[in-house]
């Protein structure tokens, strides 16, 4: 299994700020993904975080409140911009590992972000 | 689009019993289905993965079922003990194949 690390693990910010999440990966992962958690919601997937290319946004997500970089295969960074109360929530950064069994999500410790 | 819903939101059992857990889904059959663990604050941790093929997992203390007539797993967890309380989460991959889709979650306490 891959160890994800994310930075920063919490934060509060103010209205119509921009704040950038980095999540590194141990090993060399195809993909990574980056997930929302909204207070007492489940997980929902904001983008696929594609390495050399456009991230693929998830129905609801747009790349300009959401920009997302991915420059190699231990890295990506996820930018929350013009931030509102409404995106206060957990970010997740998590990696598949394609077994024998079938794919599955390593996920990092994520990024608590209270927008104020 | 898919729907996964796990059926209760909470669920309360006293140490030592057996606790289940449901993930019901629809308009998909997964080839798959994951469960995960998530306690506060911290990121889900996958436990256990069941094909479609497979009627049943198990691993330690945990066991896995999958009904795909039923469209429906169940999560047991024998000799619950007080450090099993968490968030379990039941997952199936998007019917495109790219992502996971998470339920909501059970919440389960168990108290000795």
């Known amino acids: 299994s891959a160890v994800i690390s994310q930075k920063p693990s919490r934060d509060i910010c103010q209205r119509g700020t921009s704040l950038t999440i980095q999540c590194q990966v141990d090993?060399?992962?195809?993909?990574m993904f980056w997930y929302r958690q909204q207070p007492g919601q489940s997980l929902t997937l904001i983008a696929t975080?594609?390495?050399?290319?456009?991230?693929?946004?998830e129905s609801g997500f747009v790349i300009d409140k959401f920009p997302i970089s991915r420059p190699n295969l231990t890295f990506s960074t996820l930018t929350v911009s013009n931030m509102s109360p409404e995106d206060s929530s957990i970010y997740l950064c998590?990696?598949?590992?394609?077994?024998?069994?079938?794919?599955?999500?390593?996920f990092g410790e994520g990024s608590w972000l209270t927008v104020v | 689009s898919q729907k996964i819903e796990q059926n209760s939101e909470a669920l309360n059992i006293q140490e030592g019993k057996t606790a289940t857990l449901t993930c019901n889904y629809t308009?998909?059959?997964?080839?798959?289905l994951q469960w995960y663990r998530q306690d506060p604050g911290r990121g889900p941790v996958f436990l256990l993965l069941?094909?479609?093929?497979?009627k049943e997992k198990r691993k330690e203390r945990l066991k896995v079922t999958f009904d795909t007539t039923l469209k429906q797993s169940l999560f047991h967890i024998t000799a619950s003990q007080p450090a099993d309380s968490a968030t379990y989460l039941c997952?199936?991959?998007?019917?495109?194949?790219?992502?996971?889709?998470f339920g909501k979650g059970t919440t389960l306490s168990v108290s000795s």
């Open positions: 975080a594609n390495q050399g290319s456009e991230a693929t946004y």
């Open positions: 998590s990696v598949e590992d394609v077994g024998f069994s079938g794919n599955t999500i390593y």
């Open positions: 069941i094909r479609e093929n497979e």
């Open positions: 308009n998909y059959s997964p080839a798959y």
């Open positions: 997952a199936l991959l998007n019917q495109a194949g790219t992502a996971l889709i």
């Open positions: 090993s060399q992962v195809t993909m």
